[in-house]
């Protein structure tokens, strides 16, 4: 049955076919009226404020799709800084405290670039490296990959500053989005672990909807660990939540504290077993 349909399909004028043809009418007034356009390829209309759901299928689809022609089954998410300079750019940083961040991304490089490696050994379909796209830490995390000769994904977003695709992203692996709510979704949808370095509001941001999903059980647990004890002992007081009762102690657990890229290798290799479903 499936097969009838798809010969029935292509039996059919496709959109693309009928596309050509409307725009290689003669000019009148009719067919150069707006609502005369094929609704598909009308712009102006995709773009209204009643079409948002319509927007909305699409930065779920487009991403999808082209991931799934890709064979990736699999991601190693990266969340991280955008202003956190690369180590040869420090004398450039724009605050003093980012220069004293750098080591952070030649730390997510090394660790990119290792679960590059494995991933390629595997078959290089697993276990592929996602981050914003951007620079800072998504850059050392593209580039870490680039230089094992692996792929990577950035998922870049609309935003009125630092954020530009990076030189590193795989170009067929790299999307442009609008919608936050479908960016997200795209960072966890594949993620096998999630890997948290020193950054602002985006990158909390970021950690505590992944986390809040995890604790909820909406879903799975993965590994999920923090670059630099310091940095996240000194802008979240962990304990206090627990303490104060608005999150569970063993929701402590949720995550592990990393320093290095070894150091992370060994605690994804370490993460407990996810429990079969009953």
Same mark, same amino acid.
């Given at each position: 049955?499936?097969? #009838? $349909?798809?010969?029935?399909?292509?039996?059919?004028? #496709?959109?693309?076919?009928?596309?050509?043809?409307?725009?290689?009418?003669?000019?009148?007034?009719?067919?150069?009226?707006?609502?005369?356009?094929?609704?598909?390829?009308? @712009?102006?209309?995709?773009?209204?404020?009643? %079409?948002?759901?319509?927007? %909305? @299928? %699409?930065?779920?689809?487009?991403?999808?799709?082209?991931? #799934?022609? *890709? /064979?990736?089954?699999?991601?190693?998410?990266?969340?991280? /800084?955008?202003?956190?300079?690369?180590?040869?750019?420090?004398?450039? *940083?724009?605050?003093?405290?980012?220069?004293?961040?750098?080591?952070?991304?030649?730390?997510?490089?090394?660790?990119?670039?290792?679960?590059?490696?494995?991933?390629?050994?595997?078959? &290089?379909?697993?276990?592929?490296?996602?981050?914003?796209?951007?620079?800072?830490?998504?850059?050392?995390?593209?580039?870490?990959?680039?230089?094992? &000769?692996?792929?990577?994904?950035?998922?870049?977003? =609309?935003?009125? !500053?630092?954020? =530009?695709?990076?030189?590193? =992203?795989?170009?067929? %692996?790299? +999307?442009? +989005? !609008?919608?936050?709510?479908? $960016?997200?979704?795209?960072?966890?949808? $594949?993620?096998?672990?999630?890997?948290?370095?020193?950054?602002? +509001?985006?990158?909390?941001?970021?950690?505590?909807?992944?986390?809040?999903?995890?604790?909820? /059980?909406?879903?799975?647990?993965?590994?999920?660990?923090? +670059?630099?004890? *310091?940095?996240?002992?000194?802008?979240?007081?962990?304990?206090?939540?627990?303490? *104060?009762?608005?999150?569970?102690? /063993?929701?402590?657990?949720?995550?592990?504290?990393?320093?290095?890229?070894?150091?992370?290798?060994?605690?994804? #290799?370490?993460?407990?077993?996810?429990?079969?479903?009953?």
């Amino acid at each position: 049955m499936k097969d #009838d $349909r798809r010969r029935h399909r292509h039996q059919m004028r #496709d959109s693309v076919q009928d596309m050509a043809r409307a725009v290689a009418i003669p000019e009148t007034a009719q067919s150069r009226s707006p609502t005369y356009r094929l609704a598909f390829s009308d @712009q102006d209309f995709l773009l209204r404020e009643e %079409l948002r759901p319509v927007r %909305l @299928q %699409l930065e779920l689809l487009k991403p999808q799709m082209a991931l #799934d022609e *890709a /064979g990736i089954v699999s991601t190693v998410v990266m969340f991280g /800084g955008a202003r956190i300079p690369a180590p040869e750019h420090v004398a450039a *940083a724009r605050h003093p405290g980012l220069a004293a961040l750098s080591p952070f991304y030649a730390e997510a490089q090394d660790f990119a670039y290792r679960v590059t490696r494995r991933s390629i050994g595997n078959g &290089g379909q697993s276990q592929v490296i996602c981050t914003g796209g951007g620079p800072g830490v998504m850059e050392a995390g593209n580039r870490g990959a680039a230089a094992a &000769g692996g792929r990577s994904i950035g998922l870049n977003i =609309v935003l009125p !500053h630092e954020q =530009v695709p990076n030189p590193y =992203v795989t170009p067929e %692996l790299c +999307f442009n +989005f !609008h919608y936050f709510a479908m $960016r997200k979704m795209h960072f966890l949808m $594949r993620a096998k672990a999630i890997c948290v370095f020193p950054g602002g +509001f985006g990158t909390m941001d970021e950690m505590f909807e992944a986390l809040t999903l995890i604790q909820t /059980g909406r879903m799975e647990r993965v590994p999920f660990l923090l +670059f630099g004890r *310091a940095f996240w002992e000194g802008v979240i007081n962990w304990q206090a939540l627990a303490e *104060a009762g608005t999150i569970s102690p /063993g929701d402590l657990d949720l995550f592990r504290t990393v320093e290095t890229a070894e150091e992370a290798i060994a605690a994804m #290799d370490s993460w407990p077993a996810q429990p079969a479903p009953a």
